[in-house]
């Protein structure tokens, strides 16, 4: 970690020699290590680590910008020339507001040193347990086990400076037969909320109880989803449309839905970059603190979250959702609110139905009603009378995401926390959609 002392003093010296009145600079830095297993068997171990400084120079109208991982002095120095001779090339752009005032970034703990710094033999450790449960059960597992830290720094000519440090820990596990794959996935940003044990059993089982699986015909069902699914629509929600740039470029699934009920009533959708229950995070990258947005309140759709170029553009605060110091603005720490039903209440109610354990390669193919097509994987079953009774070969489908939520008639009363790519994360329960669109069956 470089910490918060020598952030500053790199920040500090961006700022200095950048050569212009008004300028900006982020450094994002990650420490990450990962044990990665197969065939029951660990066989690699790395550590991986990287800063990048990000500098901004703005003349006037005119923005220019350039990254380096060289954090010598030499090396910022040539960043910020790059920085400010782009900005001078740069063609005027009229709806640029400058460079936002911030307040004081409030602190927000998510950091674990034991997380941050465990060892290799730790991680071992936690995998060993996987594959001797799955010796025991004659399965073959693979997956990871992943602990690090991530750390960002802002500091701007308008006075803003801000700093922050997570650490991070993830558990992925795909248990195998020749015929079934199950599938679980845990994260936090501390190593001790990994519920190890639980997430063995969930993946084996789900194994163990998939072979052989029949034929199900495409059609519309009921589905029961797993926290798992549901973290890939909500994450598949927020990147194509909770961001005010797709909105106002009419690319959202929220374009002609604000201010309307899309959604089941069951449906609250938010998000809280403070909330220690996900992977918090106070600022963005331009240093403005991170606003609660509620994106979806009982099915009615309500706001986007915005930037400051966005918010510009309609006479509006800045929600703090700059996710990267280039591009759009982007939700990073979102929440679905829990119902009142746990799983099995969920299955016990479908009378005839598919459950899904989660989608794998889903792709966009229209941004109205974020409509997607993907696959089932690693755990589906059909549902006769309350009951799971039988595995059955993945489906292809192609269904609209609103639509899905839309058609949500029960909710989960536990949430998951799921940790994504870039520390984005979402917080989710199952559900139970009574129609679901399937297109398709693999052989």
Same mark, same amino acid.
């Given at each position: 970690?470089?910490?918060?002392?020598?952030?500053?003093?790199? *920040?500090?010296?961006?700022?200095?020699?950048?050569?212009?009145?008004?300028?900006?600079?982020?450094?994002?830095?990650?420490? *990450?290590?990962?044990?990665?297993?197969?065939?029951?068997? @660990?066989?690699? !171990?790395?550590?991986?680590? =990287?800063?990048?400084?990000?500098?901004?120079?703005?003349?006037?109208?005119?923005?220019?910008?350039?990254?380096?991982?060289?954090?010598?002095? &030499?090396?910022?120095?040539?960043?910020?020339?790059?920085? #400010?001779?782009? /900005?001078?090339?740069?063609?005027? =752009?009229?709806?640029?507001?400058?460079?936002?005032?911030?307040?004081?970034?409030?602190?927000?703990?998510?950091?674990?040193?034991?997380?941050?710094?465990?060892?290799?033999?730790?991680?071992?450790?936690?995998?060993?347990?996987?594959?001797?449960? &799955?010796?025991?059960?004659?399965?073959?597992? /693979?997956?990871?086990?992943?602990?690090? @830290?991530?750390? #960002?720094?802002?500091?701007?000519?308008?006075?803003?400076?801000?700093?922050?440090?997570? &650490?991070?820990?993830?558990?992925?596990?795909?248990?195998?037969?020749?015929?079934?794959?199950?599938?679980?996935?845990?994260?936090?940003?501390?190593?001790?909320?990994?519920?190890?044990?639980?997430? @063995?059993?969930?993946?084996?089982?789900?194994?163990?109880?998939?072979?052989?699986?029949?034929?199900?015909?495409?059609?519309?069902? +009921?589905?029961? *989803?797993?926290?798992?699914?549901?973290?890939?629509?909500?994450?598949?929600?927020?990147?194509?449309?909770?961001?005010?740039?797709?909105?106002?470029? $009419?690319? %959202?699934?929220?374009?002609?839905?604000?201010?309307?009920?899309?959604?089941?009533?069951?449906?609250?959708?938010?998000?809280?970059?403070?909330?220690?229950?996900?992977?918090?995070?106070?600022?963005?990258?331009?240093?403005?603190?991170?606003? #609660?947005?509620?994106?979806?309140?009982?099915?009615?759709?309500?706001?986007?979250?915005?930037?400051?170029?966005?918010? $510009?553009?309609?006479?509006?605060?800045?929600?703090?959702?700059?996710?990267?110091?280039?591009?759009?603005?982007? /939700?990073?720490?979102?929440?679905?609110?829990?119902?009142?039903?746990?799983?099995?209440? *969920?299955?016990?109610?479908?009378?005839?139905?598919?459950?899904?354990?989660?989608?794998?390669?889903?792709?966009?193919?229209?941004?109205?009603?974020?409509?997607?097509?993907?696959? +089932?994987?690693?755990?589906?079953?059909? @549902?006769?009378? $309350?009951?799971?009774?039988?595995?059955?070969?993945?489906?292809?489908?192609?269904?609209?995401?609103?639509?899905?939520?839309?058609?949500?008639?029960?909710?989960?009363?536990?949430?998951?926390?799921?940790? !994504?790519? $870039? %520390?984005?994360?979402?917080?989710?329960?199952?559900?139970?959609?009574?129609?679901? !669109?399937?297109?398709?069956?693999?052989?």
């Amino acid at each position: 970690m470089i910490g918060e002392l020598q952030c500053r003093q790199i *920040l500090e010296t961006a700022i200095q020699v950048s050569g212009v009145d008004e300028c900006e600079a982020f450094l994002g830095a990650n420490e *990450l290590s990962l044990t990665r297993f197969a065939n029951n068997t @660990i066989h690699q !171990n790395v550590s991986h680590s =990287d800063s990048q400084l990000h500098i901004r120079c703005v003349i006037g109208k005119r923005q220019g910008r350039s990254t380096t991982n060289d954090l010598s002095i &030499s090396g910022i120095v040539q960043c910020g020339e790059a920085a #400010r001779e782009n /900005a001078k090339l740069m063609p005027e =752009d009229p709806d640029f507001p400058g460079l936002p005032e911030t307040a004081p970034s409030t602190k927000v703990l998510a950091y674990d040193e034991p997380t941050a710094f465990l060892n290799p033999e730790a991680r071992a450790n936690i995998v060993q347990q996987i594959t001797i449960h &799955s010796e025991r059960n004659k399965l073959m597992s /693979a997956g990871f086990c992943r602990t690090g @830290i991530n750390e #960002r720094a802002v500091m701007s000519t308008k006075g803003t400076w801000a700093h922050h440090a997570g &650490s991070i820990a993830g558990l992925l596990i795909t248990s195998m037969t020749d015929s079934s794959a199950g599938w679980a996935k845990g994260s936090s940003w501390r190593i001790d909320d990994l519920q190890v044990e639980q997430l @063995i059993e969930q993946a084996s089982s789900k194994a163990l109880s998939g072979k052989q699986p029949t034929t199900c015909q495409p059609g519309e069902y +009921t589905v029961i *989803l797993s926290n798992y699914a549901v973290d890939d629509i909500i994450s598949a929600l927020n990147f194509y449309g909770m961001g005010a740039q797709m909105v106002q470029d $009419g690319r %959202s699934w929220m374009n002609g839905l604000q201010g309307h009920q899309a959604m089941s009533p069951l449906i609250s959708i938010w998000d809280d970059g403070h909330d220690q229950n996900g992977c918090p995070a106070p600022f963005d990258c331009e240093g403005i603190v991170r606003q #609660r947005v509620d994106i979806v309140t009982d099915g009615v759709v309500r706001n986007p979250v915005y930037n400051s170029y966005t918010a $510009g553009k309609e006479n509006k605060q800045s929600t703090g959702h700059q996710i990267s110091p280039v591009g759009g603005p982007s /939700a990073h720490n979102l929440f679905m609110s829990p119902g009142i039903h746990s799983e099995d209440q *969920l299955i016990q109610s479908t009378d005839y139905g598919i459950y899904i354990t989660r989608f794998f390669y889903t792709r966009l193919v229209h941004s109205t009603g974020c409509t997607m097509t993907g696959m +089932t994987r690693d755990g589906t079953f059909l @549902i006769e009378n $309350g009951l799971i009774t039988k595995p059955i070969k993945d489906l292809r489908f192609t269904q609209s995401y609103v639509g899905a939520l839309k058609n949500a008639e029960m909710v989960g009363s536990e949430n998951t926390l799921h940790i !994504n790519e $870039g %520390s984005s994360s979402t917080n989710v329960p199952a559900i139970k959609v009574n129609s679901f !669109n399937f297109t398709g069956v693999t052989v």
